[in-house]
């Protein structure tokens, strides 16, 4: 092999493993490559190797510190990928089928929190190398890519993914064919094809319709992630949950175990009751079998949130595969129905048909529980078989470089390790070096937030805002989708006090704001446009900005870079939240209400802090009148910032350090950091799955 050809191979390897997205030195790689050719950003590797010509590899090749880090880069790769638990017939493996992955910008097969999350739950399974293979679904367009005009208007623009140039590879038999299942629906028989993506060690299947010569209305099912109407979406689920578990199979694997993230998936488990039925058990015993192999995880407590089809809508799709059971339909009907859920539930099939089943946080768990109580007339509300597994976040993904280098010097195991032991020895850190280091990634956040503040008043030619951020000030982030029980403008209902509260000479406070709403969410993008008027009223004098086009990049810098994380559901209706994990992770503090993972934060870790992991909006009372906390929990947002987190953050020693504040940073990534971690999480399920890592 020639050194260029050993070259390219090396680069399409690091290229193509999605690793490079949380390996901060592949990262730079591509960045100083891309920075070489020029038209390229270094923000999607496969533009930058794509781009790379003759030239190129002839330049990179005569620089020999460049062409060694590559190859280093390159074998450590290969290394990894050499650890990978096998996923053989007879071993355990265990399938994970979610609607959406966050993998990196470049792909957009994610909207939000639940696609971040199985993201992180790849990532995490592939450095604790558990046998574990994921299935998804190939969108040729993504969830959209967000602008504000000048009037505060969302506008949202098709995120295409083009598979072909993508890190994906088409999914091949032994003699090259493309491999093909076929999935039964109400007009007919679906063809599936796939794309193999590679997360570290973790293959992804993805599952794409799009194929030549099939009717156009079986080729758009996977053209539109969460699009088009309820029967795109019994579509799009059908190709999820039958025909990934087809897939796996055509492909060889057989797993012992079958992951639902969320009700998306829930048709898999009818799949796999066909799977024992045509083996000739009776409908009682495929339905055990069924069950032993199954865990379903939900992730909401918004009823709109869960999937429901109306009678004639699912009895068409679903008679060929009713037939193909042996299972009338009125059978199948029963299975994903119950006392107070009438229509056809993805969320009661999945928790009927899975042995284990659990919330994402405990707080989440005991609301699940009494909402499905019905379902289990014969058992007390605490009997309901729903468990709870917290969410975490992957530690490498999301820490930022500053806070990362000072762990690598005192807790080296931090990118693996789940052991809070371990993380006490940074409580030997000298405050001035947490404090500088929090100080440079709030900066290296202001530049960028400025630069797309810039970007967006040169293409609306209206100021964007921002004139008043100042990257010594105490930086305040609420970045989520805009569904109203978020209460995106709880903080603007008394907009003289919060004026009030920002322009503080001696105490200035600023708040950087972002996140999408659903372009059919006609009350969300009512809190975004209110949001983007705020950032331009007299009275918070540029000190509020909304920062457009949330991403994965935006995400981590916004929670690598804020001091403070400000959190304002309305309880319980969060079901964990992952971004104030993220900020904690990072030395940021939480400022948040009592609900989803910061409940339990609260009362596990907090009473081991020092000194405090954050400060908490209201109390654990029932809501009973919406209009009445509001207006409380605004109140106590407003005395919080202003006798609070503004008077810690600015009492400074002689040297110029927040003592105080600094102490509860440490607290907070001490105590919070090895717990709110996917390694934790996949601990806890890998547990529940009967795997292991190595
Ligand atoms: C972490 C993250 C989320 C999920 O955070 P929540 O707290 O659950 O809203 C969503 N989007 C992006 C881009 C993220 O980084």
Known sequence: MNDTTALQAELDLLARNLRWFYDRPTRALFEDLA???????????????????????????????????IADLAAALRDELAGAPALDPGQRVVAYLSAEFALCDPLKTYSGG?????????????????????????????????????????????APNDLARSAAVPVVDAAGRRVVVH????????????????????????????????????????????????????????????????????????????????????????????????????????????????????????PAGHDTFDHGLA????????????????????????????????????????????????????????????????????????????NGVHPTSWTGPEIAELLDGYVPGWRRGTDPAAWQALRDLDPAVLWDARQRARARLLSAVQARLQRRAQRTGVS??????????????????????????????????????????????????????????????????????????????????????????????????????????????????????????????????????WDEAVSDQGRHAEVGIGWSIGDRAPVTDVTERDTADAAEVYRLLADEVGPTFYDRDEAGLPQRWLKMAIDAIVLLSPVYSTHRMLGDYARRYGVEGA
């Open 464 to 597: 964007a805002g921002g004139e008043g951020l100042d990257p010594q000030a105490l930086t305040i982030g609420f970045a989520r989708r805009f569904a109203t029980y978020k209460r995106g403008t709880l903080m603007l209902r008394d907009m003289d006090r919060l004026g009030e509260i920002l322009s503080d000479t001696e105490r200035p406070i600023q708040i950087l704001v972002a996140g999408k709403a659903h372009p059919a969410d006609r009350d969300g993008q009512a809190v975004l446009r209110q949001l983007v008027e705020a950032s331009g009223d007299p009275r918070l004098a540029g000190k509020l900005v909304f920062v457009e086009g949330y991403d994965l990049e935006l995400g981590g810098l916004l929670t690598s870079g804020c001091d403070v994380w400000l959190n304002t559901p309305l309880r319980p209706k969060e079901a964990s939240g992952t971004s104030g994990m993220k900020a904690a992770m990072n030395g940021g503090l939480n400022l948040s209400v009592l609900d989803g993972w």
């Open 114 to 158: 639940l696609g971040v999350l199985a993201g992180d739950h790849l990532r995490s399974a592939s450095d604790l190398a558990l046998p574990l293979v994921a299935v998804g679904l190939a969108y040729r367009d993504g969830y959209f890519t967000q602008t504000v005009d000048g009037t505060g208007n969302q506008v949202s623009s098709p």
């Open 315 to 390: 009895a068409y799709h679903l008679a060929p595969l009713s037939h193909h059971l042996g299972v009338p339909f009125d059978q199948l009907w029963d299975l994903a129905t119950g006392p107070g859920f009438p229509v056809w539930n993805q969320t009661v099939l999945a928790l009927k048909l899975a042995e284990r089943t659990n919330g994402v946080a405990r707080l989440h768990g005991e609301v699940s529980r009494s909402m499905f109580a019905s379902l289990w007339p014969h058992r007390d509300v605490a009997n309901v078989p729903i468990d709870h597994v917290t």
């Open 35 to 69: 920075s070489r050719l020029g038209g390229v950003t270094g923000h999607d590797p496969m533009a930058v190797i794509q781009a790379f010509d003759a030239d190129a590899f002839a330049a990179v090749g005569s620089d020999s510190e460049l062409r060694d880090r």
């Open 183 to 302: 999935v039964p629906m109400g007009d007919g028989e679906v063809a599936v094809q796939a794309w193999r993506l590679s997360v570290g060690r973790v293959p992804l299947i993805l599952l794409d319709t799009d194929i030549e010569g099939q009717p156009e209305g079986h080729r758009a099912i996977t053209w539109h992630l969460y699009g088009g109407d309820r029967d795109t979406r019994i579509r799009q689920e059908l190709v999820l949950g039958v025909g990934g578990v087809r897939m796996l199979h055509a492909m060889g694997v057989d797993p012992s175990l079958y992951h639902l993230n969320e009700g998306h998936a829930a048709f898999a488990a009818l799949e796999r009751l066909g799977v024992y039925r045509r083996a000739g058990q009776d409908l009682a015993t495929a339905l055990a079998s069924v069950r032993g192999e199954l865990h379903f995880t939900t992730h909401t407590p918004v």
